[in-house]
């Protein structure tokens, strides 16, 4: 039982996972999937990453559901159709053109279960049934609206339909967005915009609260779409149960330079505490870039702060399950990959290409946590 990280390695491509097991009989694994030979043919290489998802699901995984998927693509134009005639799995999707900064052209996080019953919902969202909670997955949302910003606000509207559907709201069962901008030094402003105008419709305010997120340059398969998102919701989850992360010795409020969203959130059961960072970089309390320029002393930086989020959820780096990096610039790869391999070998993470919102940060992470906890007058997960 506890937190524990492995890796396995397999012909063409190698598994790192995560596994949380307190005992109960719902375990969680984040499992990240890299090709190990990034000279073979995509089709080859895709064989590859779901060649050794399905060994997984035989062996170590066995009896586990999948309830979350993301395909991180180096040219979603043409990868992206072969996933979506492939992969036939009963889980939320997401693909995005973010490519693997490792050399080979596909990588996969997947997130799994055990003892729940997954299935898709009459609003379209994926639902995971476990004890009295459903969770609410969404993958690779997205429209072909004039611009990112009327694509971003009916993407919120519908996603808001969704919810309602489902008797929950963005508000109060929201928990977890992923934007993914086309272009982000260009589109990000208009989605900025419509995000900060739904919220405040659905009062979500620097008042109440928002929602924790990663807004980060990520392209679909098709270059009309400017924005592209993935939501994670609970129904049944009650207003004590979540916190939010705010970490003021090392952050600023994300409102104080005009975005919404929260730094991290915080989610309790009687029997385990899920923390979701947002998107995080170089940043101090003041709202400045840290270290411009300079990307080793940003990662250490963002490093520093997203250690300060996770300890004001009376976590730790140990309890981390997946982490995603997210780079501007592909030259910068080899030291970051080699600063990641020093502290965190043998855990799951993913380096891809993708520019940060704000240009003067080189490097970004988001990361979920998992931890045993005791609170006997809250409902086990």
Request: hydrophobic residues 35%; negative net charge.
């Amino acid at each position: 039982m506890g937190n524990t990280s492995h890796r396995i390695v397999f012909e063409k491509a190698n598994a790192t996972i995560y596994q949380f097991d307190n005992g109960t009989e719902v375990k969680e694994f984040h499992v990240i999937l890299h090709v190990s030979d990034a000279l073979l043919p995509y089709s080859a290489q895709l064989e590859a990453i779901q060649n050794a998802y399905n060994c997984l699901l035989e062996s170590e995984l066995f009896g586990a559901r999948c309830v979350f998927k993301r395909y991180f693509l180096s040219d979603a134009t043409n990868q992206a159709d072969d996933i979506i005639l492939n992969d036939v799995t009963d889980c939320a999707k997401s693909i995005i053109q973010q490519a693997p900064l490792d050399g080979t052209k596909v990588a996969l996080w997947c997130y799994f279960q055990t003892n729940v019953q997954t299935s898709l919902g009459r609003s379209g969202l994926y639902e995971v049934r476990h004890g009295d909670f459903r969770h609410l997955w969404s993958g690779s949302a997205h429209n072909l609206a004039a611009n990112s910003e009327y694509q971003t606000r009916l993407l919120f509207n519908e996603y808001n339909m969704q919810l309602l559907e489902e008797e929950c709201t963005l508000k109060d069962n929201c928990i977890r967005t992923w934007i993914f901008v086309n272009d982000v030094d260009l589109n990000y402003g208009g989605v900025v915009r419509a995000r900060n105008q739904f919220f405040f419709t659905q009062g979500l305010t620097v008042n109440t609260h928002f929602i924790a997120s990663t807004g980060i340059g990520g392209r679909q398969q098709d270059p009309n779409v400017l924005s592209q998102m993935d939501f994670y919701a609970i129904a049944g989850i009650e207003h004590e149960q979540i916190h939010y992360l705010y970490a003021p010795t090392h952050l600023n409020r994300t409102s104080d330079y005009g975005v919404s969203f929260e730094r991290g959130t915080r989610v309790d059961y009687q029997d385990r505490r899920h923390v979701f960072i947002s998107g995080t970089a170089s940043i101090n309390n003041k709202g400045e870039i840290m270290y411009p320029k300079d990307v080793r002393q940003q990662t250490l930086r963002m490093w520093e702060n997203v250690e300060t989020l996770l300890a004001e959820a009376d976590c730790t780096f140990e309890d981390v399950g997946y982490m995603i990096v997210y780079l501007r610039d592909t030259a910068d790869y080899q030291l970051v990959h080699q600063l990641y391999e020093e502290r965190f070998h043998g855990k799951p993470y993913v380096i891809v290409h993708a520019p940060v919102c704000r240009s003067g940060w080189l490097v970004e992470m988001e990361c979920m946590a998992i931890r045993k906890v005791d609170n006997p007058t809250l409902k086990p997960f």
